[in-house]
């Protein structure tokens, strides 16, 4: 078996390996010092591929094949590890003889681009696999739109609250996202993710966008001219 140790947080291609023998397996080690949102982002796609996360207490925090780590292929529920500080060791299993090659990351949510709600984002996936992922603040009670402003490749959304809770689930980043009251008071996370199976370069546009409706008095016949000024806004009359 291979030992090594591996940075949370530490970008595209973070952890690259080979599993040269059957029955051989890789095992990576890290610390945290604080509780961490982790994300694994698996970058190869191999049904043959699987990894499991233990605690230094041998408990086991999740297992999966590499092509079903992340993004649709995950399935429905949240990828995140909501992890408290210690050591933790990830291990990586080939399926029988199988001798593959392999390569992941594992990602810190603290560590996501900061965005501001109402202002359009535009990025690329390079490779087109990868997951992004992007930080807002809100309060709780506070009413936000997703808006897709177009995107090339096939790339899914989810929203992660303060507390590493799921809000929405996977859904394709060709359709909006609309009206989602938030729960929480604290910092949001938006993943973008690629697909396992993406070998070209994806890009995108979204914009996060705070939902705030306008109520005014109305007189009875009095005409009224009005613009509704953001996406998902309602204008109320009285």
């Known amino acids: 078996d291979h030992l090594g140790i591996v940075a949370v947080g530490g970008g595209i291609g973070g952890v ?8 051989q397996r890789d095992h ?8 961490t949102m982790v994300y694994v982002d698996s ?5 043959d591929l699987s990894w499991t996360l233990t ?13 079903q780590t992340d993004s649709y292929d995950f399935g429905g529920g949240n990828p995140v590890l909501s992890l408290g500080p210690g050591d933790y060791t990830i291990t990586v299993d080939g399926n029988g003889d199988s001798t593959p090659y392999y390569n992941f990351d594992l990602l810190d949510l603290g560590d996501a681009v900061a965005i501001t709600p109402g202002t359009p984002v535009s990025d690329t996936q390079s490779p087109g696999l990868e997951t992004k992922m992007y930080s807002f603040s809100a309060n709780a009670g506070d009413r936000y739109y997703f808006d897709s402003q177009g995107r090339s490749g096939d790339i899914y959304w989810r929203l992660i609250d303060p507390l590493g809770n799921l809000v929405f689930d996977r859904t394709s980043m060709n359709t909006d996202v609309q009206d989602v009251t938030l729960a929480q008071t604290g910092t949001y996370t938006l993943l973008a993710e690629g697909r396992i199976y993406a070998g ?5 546009t979204f914009n996060v966008q705070q939902i705030v409706d306008d109520t005014t008095a109305l007189a ?3 005409p009224v001219a009005a613009t509704i000024d953001h996406v998902g806004q309602r204008d109320h009359y009285t």
Not at 16 to 23: M, Q
Not at 28 to 35: I, R, V
Not at 43 to 47: C, V
Not at 200 to 204: D, E, L, V
Request: charge should be negative.
């Open 16 to 23: 690259t390996g080979h599993i040269a023998t059957p029955g």
């Open 200 to 204: 070209n370069n994806n890009t995108y």
């Open 55 to 67: 605690d230094s207490n041998g408990f086991t925090y999740g297992g999966r094949r590499f092509d």
């Open 220 to 222: 009875l016949d009095t």
């Open 28 to 35: 990576y080690t890290f610390t945290l010092d604080q509780a």
């Open 43 to 47: 970058l190869t796609q191999n049904s």
